[in-house]
C-alpha cells in the first residue's frame, strides 16, 4: 500500500521541511496553512552523503547516478533527516557537508540506543548476539528461537513497530532480522565492547581471587608458625 507509514513519512517530510507547507494546528483540517519553505535545503554533495550514511555505501564509489544502484529504507531515511533538521540552528538556511559529518554520525546509533531501552537487556544482548555475523552482516531467526531464550513476543512486537527489527515468514515460520545493515557496525560495536568487559571483569575476578588465596595462605602459615 502506498498509505504505508514508510512512504507517508518522507512525503511528510518533503511538504513539511523541503517545501514548507504545513497544517496550522490551531485550525485542523488545513484551513489555514504554514508557509515556510526552505528551498536549496539540501544540495547534491550532502544528500550524497546522508545516503552513504544511511545505506553504509562507499562515498569514494557512489554517486547519484544510480551507480551503483542502492536501495534506501525509507523508514530510515526519514528519522535520519528529521533528526538531522533538529540539529540545525536557526542560522542555518541549509543543511551543509559539515552538519551531516560532525552531527550526522550518531543519529541512527542514538536511535539504536534509544530503542532498546525499552526492551530487557537478555534480550537484547541475545538478538544483538544471533542477528549479526562476526563479518558485520545481518542474520536471521525463528522467533520460536527467540522466544525460547527469553525474548517475548511484545518486546518483538515492539522493536518490530520502532522499525529495529524486520519480521516475515519463510518455510511455515516466522523469522526476524535486523530492519537494515546499517545497524550492523552498531550492534558489532556494541558486541565488541560487551567482549572487552566481560573479559576485564574476568580478569578482576580471578585477580581478587588470588589475593583471597594469597591472603589464606599466609593466615594457614601463620597459624602454623604460632
Known amino acids: 500500500s502506498f498509505n504505508h507509514y514508510a512512504y507517508g513519512c518522507v512525503c511528510e517530510w518533503i511538504w513539511e521541511t523541503a517545501a514548507g507547507i504545513a497544517s496550522d494546528p490551531t485550525t485542523p483540517g488545513f484551513k489555514h496553512i504554514i508557509m515556510k519553505p526552505v528551498p536549496g535545503l539540501v544540495e547534491q554533495s550532502v544528500a550524497?552523503?546522508?545516503?552513504?550514511?544511511?545505506?553504509?555505501?562507499?562515498?569514494?564509489?557512489?554517486?547519484?547516478?544510480?551507480?551503483?544502484?542502492?536501495?534506501?529504507?525509507?523508514?530510515?531515511?526519514?528519522?535520519y533527516l528529521s533528526e538531522l533538521y533538529k540539529k540545525k540552528s536557526s542560522q542555518d538556511r541549509t543543511i551543509s557537508l559539515d552538519m551531516v559529518e560532525q552531527q550526522g554520525s550518531d543519529i541512527i546509533s542514538d536511535f539504536y540506543e534509544s530503542t532498546i531501552k525499552h526492551v530487557s537487556t537478555d534480550a537484547v544482548h541475545f538478538l544483538e548476539k544471533r542477528l549479526v555475523t562476526k563479518e558485520k552482516r545481518r542474520d536471521s531467526i525463528y522467533i520460536d528461537q527467540a522466544l525460547r531464550h527469553g525474548v517475548s513476543e511484545e518486546e518483538i512486537a515492539y522493536l518490530v513497530e520502532q522499525r529495529l527489527l524486520h519480521e516475515y515468514?519463510?518455510?511455515?515460520?516466522?523469522?526476524?532480522?535486523?530492519?537494515?545493515?546499517?545497524?550492523c557496525p552498531i550492534v558489532h560495536a556494541r558486541l565488541?565492547?560487551?567482549?572487552?568487559?566481560?573479559?576485564?571483569?574476568?580478569?578482576?575476578?580471578?585477580?581478587?581471587?588470588?589475593q583471597r588465596e594469597k591472603r589464606r595462605l599466609r593466615f594457614a602459615i601463620f597459624g602454623i608458625l604460632t
Open 192 to 210: 565488541e565492547k560487551r567482549t572487552v568487559e566481560e573479559e576485564n571483569r574476568r580478569k578482576e575476578e580471578l585477580l581478587l581471587q588470588a
Open 169 to 183: 515468514t519463510w518455510r511455515e515460520g516466522r523469522r526476524i532480522e535486523f530492519a537494515h545493515d546499517v545497524l
Open 48 to 79: 550524497k552523503a546522508i545516503i552513504c550514511k544511511v545505506t553504509g555505501a562507499d562515498p569514494n564509489t557512489f554517486e547519484i547516478d544510480d551507480n551503483p544502484e542502492l536501495e534506501v529504507d525509507s523508514a530510515i531515511l526519514s528519522l
